[in-house]
């Protein structure tokens, strides 16, 4: 009895977590490069198991049922976000595969996001204002005659006129679930090594979030049904409950 | 956790409803001579984590992900959007387009104080004493100040910035001044101050200044004014797409406000 009341507010509480993600998601909606969360939810082991007693079952009954649910780790879709036309010649948008390597700070980090304008002092920057590294992971300093005139070739080659001063640089991973988010349209590699990879651009445009507002309202819904749902099997479970302490153990 | 989807989706409308108010502004100055269109960039927010990466699983083997819940949306800046506007015949002498890049220099007040502003509109005026003004509110004076005089006619203003007239009986031209524009590295990091005007900023770095066809800058068109660079069409897109991404956002903090309801009746 008293069992179920807990996973059905396991189920409340991992529906709750999915209601923030589809808030976060959703909230980026217009974010340049966003690549949308999923929410995954996973079976819970028996408490028996979780404490790696199984073999030496505590309850016949109850640990042969599961533990109800629990928030599975982070899983973002990294697929291709659609390709939208700006007409700006520093929007830099990344077909198939990849990410822009930037500096921020003394870390490197990575971003689909190719909103590029030129600094004060004459670096390639995002629209963060943080430095875009090239193939050989060094700043992209726009020389002083070219500034305001440059365009960025499909293969990532910077260029002003016919000469070409520098090229994007485009790295990979080969395990890209170890990305982690960091904010600013940034992720962070932990655990994985990047390997550069050949670009390949579209210029004058931007690739937009991947949030698909039709199935995150879907979900929502869903998310907001199975939310109502445990919290009357919680309140189930409290009326029997009930019932077992005043009315069955009454005395008369 | 279902007051962090309400904050998400707070922060999801506030991005919106700015994005909003820069597209209404971009509709407004649709007829705004010299007027440049801003473009609202979002970025994601920092995100919570609920368990680090690396911590061990039942197994006794780090998990090799963690559990990270965004935390919305934001503004991350306004952009300016330099390319060209299209171009207007208006024959009239005192009007100049840049064609290319470059900014007209003018002196105006802001803030009770006298500084150097730039400009793209290029409708000039003489006022009372002569000087060659812009057609702002305040007219702004155009630096380096050109004054003509009261029997100059039929001014002319050459590709290179020359500024000419007929005086007296003529026929010769005479040279009265030069126009001088000014560039920045960074164009972009400009700050609109309204009445057609823009201030450099650290962002946009000093001003480069010289004459017209030199230097990089643009060169100079008489009779010809350059008009916004708004197209309505990709406002109204945008004005479209934001109001749903405003409606969507609230309907994420209904469903959060749904499940704070269904919590709070959980014991009746």
Do not use: W
């Amino acid at each position: 009895m008293v069992y179920g009341i807990y996973q059905s507010a396991a189920g409340m509480i991992v529906n709750q977590y999915r209601q923030a993600v589809l808030a976060n998601n959703l909230a980026n909606l217009d974010t340049v490069g966003f690549k949308h969360d999923l929410t995954i939810v996973r079976e819970r082991k028996v408490e028996t198991a979780e404490d790696a007693l199984s073999g030496r079952l505590s309850d016949r009954i109850l640990d042969r049922m599961t533990g109800g649910s629990l928030v599975a780790p982070t899983v973002t879709s990294f697929r291709q976000g659609e390709i939208q036309v700006t007409g700006r010649e520093t929007d830099v948008a990344i077909e198939g595969n990849g990410f822009f390597a930037v500096s921020d700070g003394a870390k490197t980090r990575y971003t689909r996001d190719g909103r590029f304008s030129i600094n004060n002092e004459g670096l390639l920057v995002t629209a963060g204002g943080r430095p875009v590294l090239d193939d050989r992971g060094k700043t992209i300093s726009v020389p002083e005659t070219a500034r305001g005139r440059i365009r960025i070739g499909e293969d990532g080659t910077v260029r002003s006129g016919d000469e070409a001063f520098a090229r994007i640089g485009l790295v990979d991973f080969a395990d890209r679930s170890r990305l982690c988010k960091v904010g600013a349209n940034m992720f962070e590699a932990v655990g994985t090594r990047a390997e550069a990879v050949s670009p390949r651009l579209r210029t004058n445009s931007l690739e937009s979030s991947t949030v698909d507002p039709t199935k995150a309202m879907v979900a929502m819904i869903e998310v907001s049904r199975a939310y109502e749902i445990n919290a009357n099997l919680v309140s189930m479970a409290d009326t029997t409950l009930s019932r077992a302490v005043n009315d069955i153990g009454r005395i008369q | 956790m279902g007051i962090t989807a309400m904050y998400a989706a707070a922060t999801g409308m506030k991005a919106m409803d700015t994005k909003l108010n820069v597209v209404a502004n971009n509709l407004a100055n649709v007829g705004t001579v010299g007027f440049k269109r801003s473009r609202t960039n979002f970025e994601d927010l920092m995100y919570q984590t609920l368990r680090e990466p690396g911590v061990k699983d039942i197994n006794d083997e780090p998990n090799p992900y963690g559990i990270l819940v965004g935390l919305g949306a934001a503004v991350s800046g306004t952009q300016l959007d330099f390319r060209v506007g299209s171009a207007e015949q208006t024959d009239k002498p005192l009007d100049v387009m840049i064609q290319g890049e470059g900014f007209f220099q003018v002196t105006t007040y802001y803030n009770g104080e006298e500084i150097r502003a730039y400009t793209r509109a290029g409708n000039f005026f003489r006022n009372a004493n002569g000087q060659l003004v812009l057609g702002n509110t305040d007219g702004s004076v155009l630096e380096p100040r050109i004054t003509l005089g009261e029997d100059d006619r039929e001014i002319e203003i050459d590709a290179a910035g020359r500024v000419s007239a007929i005086q007296g009986a003529g026929p010769d031209r005479t040279d009265i001044g030069q126009i001088e524009l000014a560039r920045f590295i960074n164009p972009e990091g400009l700050k609109s101050i309204g009445q057609n005007l823009y201030v450099e900023t650290d962002a946009s770095g000093p001003p480069i200044t010289g004459n017209p066809m030199e230097n990089g800058m643009g060169s100079l068109q008489n009779r010809m004014l350059e008009l916004s660079n708004v197209e309505p069409v990709r406002e109204l897109v945008d004005l479209i797409f934001t109001q749903r991404g405003f409606e969507l956002n609230s309907q994420s903090i209904q469903g959060a406000d749904e499940m704070l309801r269904v919590v709070a009746n959980l014991r009746r």
